[in-house]
């Protein structure tokens, strides 16, 4: 099957947005095995803030999250956070990219999230055996790498300055939206 991006494609931010932005299903129509093996560690947490952005467009918190197989970079899951749009409170970058992903062994993966994953998430992260999870922003949020580590889980930051910097003005313009995210409705509540 022949297809948009191969070996010769230059990996370029369209490329990347379009990748973020096709369903997982479909990528083998876009990116052939040769492209994906190309997509470095840089370029894969990229596409996890392009699917933050997409969730702040969308109205919701800019986290997103993409798994890829080890050893053939193949994305297997994404998605982004969607607390608002679909009114959930735990449809977070992470466990939309498992959603995404479907029952699989995720101890031959990498998990690449936006923003240092909740306490819930890296609970889910350990518990489904992720070998690695990359983190992208540790400036604006951190504490859960410690206890993946415990775990047993690899844990590597590769901060993203467009990533960053969208999570700083979302906290700074939607402070409410952020604690909720975080801690729950109930949290808006206390003083």
Request: hydrophobic share 40%; net charge negative; aromatic share 4%.
């Amino acid at each position: 099957m022949e297809t948009l991006l191969d070996s010769r494609s230059e990996i370029t931010e369209a490329a990347l947005t379009a990748i973020a932005h096709m369903p997982t299903a479909s990528l083998a129509v876009l990116m052939d095995e040769a492209f994906a093996q190309r997509l470095s560690d840089a370029d894969l947490m990229r596409i996890a803030v392009l699917l933050a952005q997409k969730s702040r467009d969308e109205g919701g918190c800019p986290i997103g999250a993409v798994i890829i197989d080890n050893t053939t970079r193949r994305i297997l899951g994404k998605g982004h956070n969607t607390l608002v749009q679909e009114n959930h409170p735990y449809n977070h970058g992470e466990t939309s990219a498992i959603r995404d992903a479907g029952r699989q062994d995720f101890s031959r993966t990498t998990l690449f999230t936006s923003l240092s994953p909740c306490a819930i998430c890296a609970t889910l992260l350990y518990m489904r055996g992720f070998s690695r999870v990359v983190v992208g922003d540790v400036t604006n949020a951190s504490g859960t790498e410690p206890l993946l580590r415990e775990k047993g889980v690899q844990v590597d930051i590769l901060e993203d300055s467009r990533g960053i910097e969208l999570y700083a003005r979302f906290r700074a313009e939607r402070p409410d939206l952020d604690l909720e995210d975080w801690k729950g409705v109930r949290a808006k509540r206390e003083p």
